[in-house]
């Protein structure tokens, strides 16, 4: 089965600084999704990019895929002290290009923004 | 959007004991699913719950230790049986659907099980 991986696996930055975590994947994949957690509660889901899309944007996120290198990438500008969480990219690898939750997520960056 | 509650949040429960995991969702889906996530891990998808039917396990997750009912398309459970410490992890459960043409993923609070 395939198993995402992310980098770095912590991030440390100061408020107003842009944060960049990066999803590598080793299987096709019809989508691909962020999610945050903050301090070990449920997942907010962040934002999806389908399998022929490049890039995507939501408010201070930008989100990019590269399927021949198999990799995502999750940016998000301008950062607040709110944005402290861990962030999880998710592959659906499910045929017929619908997403129906059935996720293989990777390990996660633990993002932490100073004030 | 759709809103997921999950009872109990949290408990403490004492080796080789059972734990019935309860997952609400304000309206009706077709995909039910439940994770779990070890300490300081990512997480794992154990089961998809499907309503009239037997739950579809993923590897390494059997349903004599994980049974899962789902007697329709907002509520499902999720047992965890005769527990050890290893148990000890949040488990999420999650439902998929198109919402407005977009695919959209919503996730439950957790249920956070410590095993003494």
């Known amino acids: 089965s395939q198993q995402g991986e992310e980098d770095p696996q912590a991030l440390s930055i100061q408020e107003g600084e842009n944060a960049t975590m990066n999803c590598s994947y080793k299987?096709?994949?019809?989508?691909l999704q962020w999610y945050r957690q903050n301090s070990g509660r449920g997942l907010v889901h962040l934002i999806l990019?389908?399998?022929?899309?490049r890039e995507k944007h939501s408010g201070r996120l930008r989100v990019t895929l590269d399927t021949s290198k198999k990799s995502s990438s999750l940016l998000i500008t301008a950062s607040r002290a709110a944005d402290t969480a861990s962030y999880f990219c998710a592959t659906d690898a499910n045929a017929g290009g619908t997403s129906y939750g059935k996720l293989t997520f990777g390990q996660g960056t633990i993002l932490t923004v100073h004030p | 959007s759709a809103v997921i509650s999950q009872k109990p949040s949290r408990d403490i429960c004492q080796r080789g004991t059972s734990l019935t995991i309860q997952c609400q969702v304000d309206s009706q889906v077709t995909m039910m699913f439940w994770y779990r996530q070890q300490p300081g891990q990512s997480l794992t998808l154990i089961a998809t719950?499907?309503?009239?039917?037997?739950?579809?396990?993923e590897s390494g997750f059997v349903i004599d230790k994980f049974p899962i009912s789902r007697p329709n398309l907002t509520f499902s459970t999720l047992t965890v049986s005769n527990m050890s410490p290893e148990d000890s992890s949040i488990y999420l459960c999650?439902?998929?659907?198109?919402?407005?043409?977009?695919?959209?993923?919503?996730f439950g609070p957790g249920t956070r099980l410590t095993v003494l």
């Open positions: 999650s439902v998929g659907f198109k919402a407005g043409g977009a695919d959209t993923q919503y």
């Open positions: 990019i389908r399998s022929n899309e």
């Open positions: 299987t096709s994949i019809n989508n």
């Open positions: 719950a499907n309503q009239g039917s037997e739950a579809t396990y």
